[in-house]
């Protein structure tokens, strides 16, 4: 099965500098890359996400870009604000059966 | 955009007893639901998907038994967690697909369970 690998698991930034969180994927036929914004204790939230026929995506300040061939994935967060900071999730979705699998998580600190 | 609602949002209950947790789409019909696990400072661990109609297809290591999932329409799946042991106590969230090509999911808020 699917398999998902993030990183780093935590991040600090300085305000106003850039984050980057990198995922790695296992199963070829993945083919929707999500990325959520979990806040402590609240539902995951959808911020970006990327299907496979697009290398990059941009939404502000917030670009993913996918990588097929070497089933690499990543979030980068420019202008960093500390209201970003939060846990960030990766997570990769093979067809069919729309089953989402998640990486660990990284816990983003932006400080001020 | 599309809203998914659980309830409860927090429940305690002894150990030996059962809680159902509801999850709800709100306004739109969600083909799939699933269900989630997420201990603290960790990742969503999917338990089980959930097709209206049909039996749930639950993940490896999860007793199908202990969590029973029902998904008797397309805005309502529910989860139960039977016989709670202190080890149940974690935090459970479902998301809603409306099915497609590559279908987003929508959270609901989560359920907070402490079995004491």
């Known amino acids: 099965g699917e398999n998902v690998e993030q990183h780093p698991s935590t991040l600090s930034v300085q305000e106003g500098d850039s984050a980057v969180i990198k995922c790695t994927y296992s199963?070829?036929?993945?083919?929707?890359f999500p990325w959520y914004k979990q806040e402590l204790g609240k539902r995951p939230q959808l911020i970006i996400d990327?299907?496979?026929?697009?290398g990059e995506k941009k939404d502000q300040r917030i670009a993913v870009t996918l990588n097929k061939t070497a089933k690499h994935f990543s979030l980068h967060i420019t202008e960093t604000q500390p209201e970003d900071s939060a846990v960030y999730f990766c997570?990769?979705?093979?067809?069919?059966?729309?089953?989402?699998?998640f990486g660990a998580g990284t816990r983003l600190f932006v400080k001020a | 955009g599309a809203v998914v609602s659980q309830h409860p949002s927090r429940v305690i209950c002894k150990s030996g007893t059962s809680v159902k947790i509801e999850c709800r789409s709100l306004d739109f019909q969600a083909t799939t639901m699933f269900w989630y696990r997420q201990f603290p400072k960790q990742s969503l661990m999917l338990m089980a998907t959930s097709n209206e109609g049909s039996k749930a297809t639950y993940e490896q290591g999860v007793e199908k038994d202990k969590f029973l999932i029902n998904h008797a329409s397309l805005t309502l799946s529910t989860l139960t967690v039977t016989s709670a042991h202190p080890e149940d106590s974690s935090f459970y969230i479902c998301?809603?697909?409306?099915?497609?090509?590559?279908?987003?999911?929508?959270f609901g808020p989560g359920t907070r369970l402490l079995v004491l």
């Open positions: 997570a990769a979705q093979a067809p069919g059966g729309f089953k989402t699998i």
């Open positions: 990327i299907r496979s026929n697009v």
């Open positions: 998301s809603a697909s409306s099915g497609g090509a590559a279908e987003t999911q929508y």
């Open positions: 199963d070829s036929a993945s083919n929707y």
